[in-house]
């Protein structure tokens, strides 16, 4: 059973460009969660999605970043409008259902804005 | 708002000395705690989790975690540390009013020195 895949793995990016990143769940997983990592510091939640609907975007910044989770297909994390603080490890993590069961995460989007 | 604290970003320790990785959380209310590694450039591995069930818990690799509501606290040990071992440990904990979300701390890096 493969696990939850992500990618691009690295993603180089200047100013201004947009950064759409893509996570694949774990096969019977319906449940998928977004954090962020900036350097030297913990995980921070962003969002909480299921297919098609989203559960919780209270970790989303408010402007320039978005996520989906389509009927069909990968769950996308977009961030327009691309700034320096920005650059950091995006990590997305599955579940079988929601509540206290555990994430599965993914290896993770290293972003870098130049 | 819960929060958790893991007091000392470096750990480091001799091969086979025991390891001890600290972490408090601030909750009225116990909740779910959860300990996970991650491998240099990996995402993240689930080493074990409390469900309010035993108070020690017992995860992979020879880990172990004690619950204790007294001092808030749910401290990380292995009685022998591997090379293998050296990585960055987070606790995290699941709140109760939002059980999906995992609040993570800042994490510690682990070194073990030959």
Redo the contacts between chains.
């Keep these: 059973n493969a696990g ?1 895949m992500q990618n691009p793995r690295h993603l180089v990016r200047r100013r201004g460009q947009e950064a759409r990143l893509r996570c694949s769940p774990m096969k019977g997983h319906s ?1 998928v ?1 977004w ?1 962020r990592q900036l350097p ?6 962003m969002v ?1 999605l299921q297919k098609e609907n989203i ?2 975007e209270s ?1 989303m910044p408010k402007e320039r970043f978005s996520a989906e989770f389509p009927k069909e297909g990968p769950s996308i994390l977009r961030i327009q409008q691309v700034v320096r603080g920005d650059s950091a490890a995006y ?1 997305c ?1 599955s ?1 079988l259902r ?3 069961y ?7 989007t ?1 972003l870098t804005v130049t | 708002a819960q929060s ?1 604290t893991q007091l000392g ?1 470096h750990v480091s320790v001799s091969e086979g000395a025991l390891v001890l990785l600290r972490c408090n959380y601030s909750s009225s209310v116990p909740p ?1 705690l959860f300990w ?1 590694v991650q491998y240099p ?6 080493l074990l ?1 409390y ?1 309010s069930a035993a108070t020690l818990v017992k995860g992979i690799n020879g880990f172990e975690a004690e619950f204790k509501k007294s001092e808030t606290s749910f401290h990380l040990t292995k009685p022998s540390a591997h090379m293998s071992d050296a990585a960055e440990y ?1 606790c995290a904990v ?1 709140p109760m009013d ?10 510690t890096r682990l070194l073990v020195r030959p």
Excluded: W
């Design positions: 939850v449940h969660y954090y030297e510091e913990g995980l921070k939640f909480y559960i919780d970790g990590f993590a579940s929601e509540g206290y555990e994430q599965y995460f993914g290896p993770g290293r | 958790v970003s779910y996970y450039n990996q995402g993240l591995q689930l989790k469900t987070f699941s939002s059980s999906y979300k995992l609040i993570f701390g800042s994490g």
